[in-house]
């Protein structure tokens, strides 16, 4: 008998998905946060993330316009989605980024105005950060794995340590907070490092957060036995600071812990080790138009064909419905029949 794996379970059909209200999955998890990746390119190539060259790069007439991001997002709001994060691959390559950012920042649900987030590498961030917040961007958050030059350089394949430095800076003088900032702990590569991102971190007025590698890279190379854990990452911090948990984590990823008695935290993401799936509240929409309600999942729900035939509204929601309904329980990382999905990080959208 086959290995069972539980993002290959297949759906039950005899359930319809709910036609209206918020957007409950069959477990009772309520979806508010949409990420929505712009653009599968970017300016640097993580290891844990992109290949070094022979990137097959999504087609560029297949890539949502700000239209179509437009209408998904309002319908999505409408649905009970109160966060859009964007990303990618690198959101400040978008060229119309601002745009896109005013639209949906004009967007109210039934609870009021959406948020709107973005996770970004920095790079050029300063140039662009004056008009994103005049067009209603409200949280940041940056990703830097190390400190080191030539280790960024290595680890990215790009000499560009000092460009996301600069981002940092001006996201940091900028007065968008909660600032974040995202690592992600690697063996041999940054775990001698975590006491001082964090605080560089610190000294940017921002949280540090670790985020435990996942299998989602080009190359296929994550091993769960070298990877390191959240275990490892506390214990490396408590050489430092007394961390105590902050209770009442709600729906997010990090686990977030108190440095020294406050107000200090650092955040940690532990999709392998500790997964969260049991709360999870989000969905994503990738840059060529796909929902998908997890990371992990082999199902995509394909959105172009709808928005690009002149069918209505109510076709992209009854979709949007059913991306939720189909949702699983969880991820399996840690099933020896786990496979990883076809696309990198970068395509889907983190
Ligand atoms: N380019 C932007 C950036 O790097 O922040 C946004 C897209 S990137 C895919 C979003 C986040 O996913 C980053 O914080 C990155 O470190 C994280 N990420 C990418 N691949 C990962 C992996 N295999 N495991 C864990 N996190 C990963
Ligand atoms: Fe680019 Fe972000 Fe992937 Fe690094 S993690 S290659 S910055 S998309």
């Known amino acids: 008998m086959p290995a069972v794996n539980l993002s290959l379970t297949p759906r039950p059909a005899a359930v319809a998905a709910p036609e209206e209200g918020a957007l409950v999955d069959r477990f009772g998890r309520v979806h508010r946060d949409l990420r929505i990746s712009l653009t599968d390119r970017c300016s640097l190539r993580c290891t844990y993330c992109m290949p070094e060259q022979g ?80 067009a209603g961007l409200s949280r940041l958050n940056i990703s830097i794995d190390t400190l080191d030059r030539e280790r960024f350089h290595a680890l990215t394949r790009r000499d560009r340590l000092d460009d996301v430095r600069a981002g940092i800076a001006a996201a940091a003088a900028s007065g968008l907070r909660p600032l974040k900032l995202n690592a992600v702990a690697m063996r041999g590569v940054n775990d001698d490092e975590l006491v001082d991102l964090v605080e560089f971190a610190l000294a940017h007025d921002a949280q540090m957060r670790f985020i435990e590698q996942m299998p989602l890279d080009a190359g296929h190379t994550w091993d769960r036995n070298t990877m390191v854990t959240r275990e490892e990452i506390l214990a490396a911090l408590a050489t430092r600071w007394d961390i105590e948990p902050v209770p009442a984590r709600g729906g997010a990823p990090a686990e977030r812990f108190v440095l020294d008695g406050g107000p200090a935290t650092v955040g940690v993401i532990a999709s392998v080790t500790a997964p969260f799936c049991g709360d999870c509240d989000r969905l994503r929409l990738t840059a060529d138009g796909q929902l998908r309600n997890c990371l992990f999942s082999l199902d995509e729900y394909d959105l172009l064909p709808v928005l690009r035939s002149g069918q209505g509204d109510d076709a992209v929601e009854a979709i949007l419905r059913s991306c939720v309904h189909g949702k699983l329980p969880g991820h399996a990382i840690d099933d020896p029949s786990f496979l990883q999905p076809a696309r990198g990080m970068n395509a889907i959208g983190g």
């Open 55 to 134: 990137n097959e790069w999504l087609a560029r007439n297949g890539i949502l316009t700000a239209d179509e991001i437009e209408r998904v997002a309002t319908i999505a709001a409408a649905a009970g989605i109160t966060t859009f994060r964007l990303t990618g691959g690198e959101p400040l390559l978008r060229t119309d980024l601002i745009d896109i950012v005013a639209r949906l920042a004009r967007i109210a649900g039934p609870a009021g105005p959406v948020e709107i987030a973005m996770t970004t590498n920095g790079i050029r961030l300063g140039e662009k950060l004056p008009a994103l917040i005049d």
